[in-house]
């Protein structure tokens, strides 16, 4: 081996070392944050109050902040290593993105509309429009660029609602919006929740039409399913569903302050802390450097169901608490 040829060995070696440092540098989840203190100190920044509304929207934007700020910015469209090289995190960002998404269409339909009849903001529409945007695009408009305009433009509504002088953008911190948007997270927790669960493998009874004598479908099924999830699918799934969870862990802290009177009047702010505090299990350290695949009662662990297992019962808690906002 001559010199030349060492010397492009130690380079390549070199560049080997680096990416895979990046790659473990970026691999870490970032850490969750208080939204109260955070909203207070933005609000500070530009001279704003905190009004209703305020806070969820702080929170949304910072979920946003995040998915583009954090170590290594945003990786599920990269196209370089180590980006394209990761899975983990790419999944971490698809679970909290779902999440802002869903919040971003409650906020355009619901959240800030008086009634059915009432107009959309403007500003939300255009939220919603470019954080539904696939977020593996690179080519222009790249995911990153139409997630910074959605940030600009949360920016603007949350200035305008602390605007006394201002009345188009409002948020309406009522039980029925509220509830609207708990249903839409019902359905999100309970398909993460199913994809988990399949990580052993479960054959269960098809139930998709019960309840109705003459419902139909499009196509036939077998009267029985089984559910598995591809064995290079389930850290995919599992970090998916930590991402969501960190997501909405703030969303709904945000949403105890800014309908504090709506969920006191309904008796209903501790079953909130207690959806809360399931989410916030969801978050605690992964010790294991890979994530196991165990048989249930088996000898290795299973992090899949222990993840199913929180989130099952914050959707749960969450069905309770609907229940409760549907209540007079």
């Known amino acids: 081996m001559n010199i030349s040829t060492k010397s492009i060995s130690v380079v390549i070696g070199i560049i080997i070392l ?12 970032p850490s969750t944050y208080d939204v109260d203190e955070l909203a207070a100190k933005h609000a500070e920044q530009h001279s704003e109050r905190v009004v209703t509304g305020y806070t969820t929207s702080t929170a949304l934007i910072t979920v946003l902040e995040t998915l583009l700020n954090k170590p290594g910015g945003y990786l599920s469209n990269d196209v370089m290593p180590p980006g394209v090289l990761m899975d ?26 008086s009634q059915s009849q009432s107009l959309e903001n403007p500003q939300l529409i255009k939220v919603q429009t470019s ?38 953008s409002q948020f309406y911190a009522r039980a029925d919006n ?15 929740s199913q994809q988990l669960s399949a990580s052993v493998g479960t054959e269960s009874l098809n139930t998709d039409l019960a309840g109705d004598s003459a419902a139909t479908q499009s196509t036939p099924q077998s009267g029985n399913v089984i559910n598995k999830t591809s064995w290079f699918k389930l850290d995919n799934n599992f970090y998916q569903a930590r991402g969501a969870s960190w997501a909405l ?18 008796n209903a702010t501790v079953s909130l ?17 890979v994530i196991l695949n165990g048989d249930g009662f088996g000898f290795l662990a299973n992090h899949s169901l222990v993840m199913a297992n929180y989130i099952s019962r914050a959707n749960a808690a969450l069905i309770e608490l609907s229940e409760l906002l549907n209540q007079g």
Do not use: C
């Not at 993105?97 to 959240?111: G, Q």
């Not at 997270?185 to 309970?190: A, F, I, S, T």
């Open 18 to 29: 680096i990416i895979a440092l990046l790659g473990f540098w970026w691999g870490f989840e």
């Open 249 to 266: 862990l703030h969303f709904l802290k945000a949403i105890e302050t800014d309908f504090e009177d709506v969920l006191q009047k309904k």
């Open 273 to 289: 802390q207690q959806i809360i505090r399931e989410l916030e299990a969801t978050q605690d350290s992964v010790y294991s450097p």
């Open 88 to 113: 983990n995190i790419p999944s971490w960002e698809f679970g909290a993105l779902e999440m802002s998404r869903d919040l971003a269409l409650a906020m355009r339909k619901d959240l800030s509309r």
């Open 178 to 192: 509220l509830r609207d948007y708990l249903k839409q997270v019902e359905k999100r927790l309970g398909s993460l």
């Open 131 to 168: 954080v539904s945007i696939d977020h593996q695009r690179w080519l222009l408009p790249s995911s990153e660029g139409e997630y910074e305009k959605a940030i600009e433009e949360l920016k603007a509504y949350r200035s305008e609602l602390s605007n006394i002088s201002q009345n188009n």
